[in-house]
Structure formats: C-alpha cells, structure tokens
C-alpha cells in the first residue's frame, strides 16, 4: 500500500519568512495530492491540492509542486503570518477507478509556528 | 451549515462499554470515509462507504469495529467492548463521486475517551 512521509516535524518561523514543507510517496499509482491544515481541536481543511497530471499550483501565498518522477512533493507558504500556526498534513490517493476508492494516505504531520 | 457534521463530538467510557458515533454527509457526497487520529499523529483510514455499499475495510478495523450506511446518507461507526487503545478522534470525510471532484471535507470528529 502507499506509504507518505512527511518533513520535517516542527517548523518555526518568523512572521514575513517563507515555510516549506516536504513529503514522497511510494505507490506510483498516485495520482492526488492535497495539503490539509488542521488547528488546534478542530477539523482538517484543505489548502491546496494537486493532481498528477500538473507539477505546480499556486493560489496567493500557498503553492505545490509536484515531482513525479522522484516521487515527492512541497508545500510552500510565503509571506507567513501568525495566523499560519497549524499543524500541516499532506496525504496522497490513487483516483484512478477499479478497486483505488480515494482513500487518503497521510503523511505524519508538520506543527508549523509563525513567530510575530 | 451544509457540512459534514458528526455527533457526539466527545465521548467519555469506560472499558468494555460499546459506543456508537454518527456521521452525516454532505448531502450530495456518495463517497463517505471513516479516519481515526491519534495525538500527534496524521488521519489514519478505516473503512470506505459507496452509497450504501462497504468497499474497502482497513486491517486497523478489527471485528469490534462494524460501520453501516444504511440508506446511502448518515454512517454510523460502533466499537464493542472498547478498549483503552481505541482512545482517539474518529473523523468522517465524504466526497464528491466525480472525476475532479476529489476533495474529501471532514466533520469535526468525535473525540473518544476510554477510561
């Protein structure tokens, strides 16, 4: 089954700086990528995804890239603000019909802090 | 609020007690996921529903576990005779049955307590 590992687990930053966050996969079937963020006791929201077929996707101060071939990918968030602070999952499914039903693997997860 | 919701959202129990959660969709979500996540630790999946049909069961799924989705809309999720390694949050996602429609939105969870 697909395996994701997620870098690094704590991330600290000062507000203005730039956070990157990074995690592969082993299942080469997969085929979605999305980014959730989940707050302190709260549900997880996605920020951003990425499907196979595009090697980045950017939407304000969020952006994805995708490297199929080596298997991995970024989350990049620039211009951090303290309201950023949350701990990121990325996670990985395959969508591609028959028996892969879209279930997400997750990676371990990043607490990411903004410093003011 | 149109979103997943789930209910309760914390559950307290002692050992060896069964509890039931319940998860409701987004009404026009046929794909419904079941996730349990532990401190510190990322959703990790359970069980998969099409419509009323259970597809997929994960190994972490043990015969104490039993997930229904009757009519096709709410799930329910019941552990028997808990154990204190069942303490967790147990997370419902649905979806979209569409090719781009891919996102799985969460509920807030049940948070539950085995004492």
């Known amino acids: 089954g697909e395996n994701v590992e997620q870098h690094p687990s704590t991330l600290s930053v000062q507000e203005g700086d730039s956070a990157v966050i990074k995690c592969t996969y082993s299942d080469s079937a997969s085929n979605y990528f999305p980014w959730y963020k989940q707050e302190l006791g709260k549900r997880p929201q996605l920020i951003i995804d990425i499907r196979s077929n595009v090697g980045e996707k950017k939407d304000q101060r969020i952006a994805v890239t995708l490297n199929k071939t080596a298997k991995h990918f970024s989350l990049h968030i620039t211009e951090t603000q303290p309201e950023d602070s949350a701990v990121y999952f990325c996670a990985a499914t395959s969508n591609a019909g028959g028996t892969s039903y879209g279930k997400l693997t997750f990676g371990q997860g990043t607490i990411l802090t903004v410093h003011p | 609020d149109t979103g997943v919701s789930q209910d309760p959202r914390h559950k307290i129990t002692k050992r060896g007690q069964n509890v039931t959660f319940r998860c409701d969709p987004i009404s026009e979500h046929n794909r419904l996921y079941w996730y349990r996540q532990t401190l510190g630790q990322g959703p990790e999946f359970l069980t998969y529903?099409?419509?009323?049909?259970?597809?997929?069961k994960s190994r972490l799924l043990s015969d104490r576990f039993s997930a229904e989705r009757p009519k096709g809309s709410f799930s329910t999720l019941e552990i028997q005779r808990t154990e204190q390694g069942d303490s967790a949050m147990y997370l419902c996602?649905?979806?979209?049955?569409?090719?781009?429609?891919?996102?799985?939105?969460f509920g807030p969870g049940t948070r539950l307590l085995v004492l």
């Open positions: 996602a649905s979806r979209q049955d569409l090719t781009g429609r891919e996102t799985q939105y």
């Open positions: 529903f099409q419509n009323e049909a259970q597809l997929e």
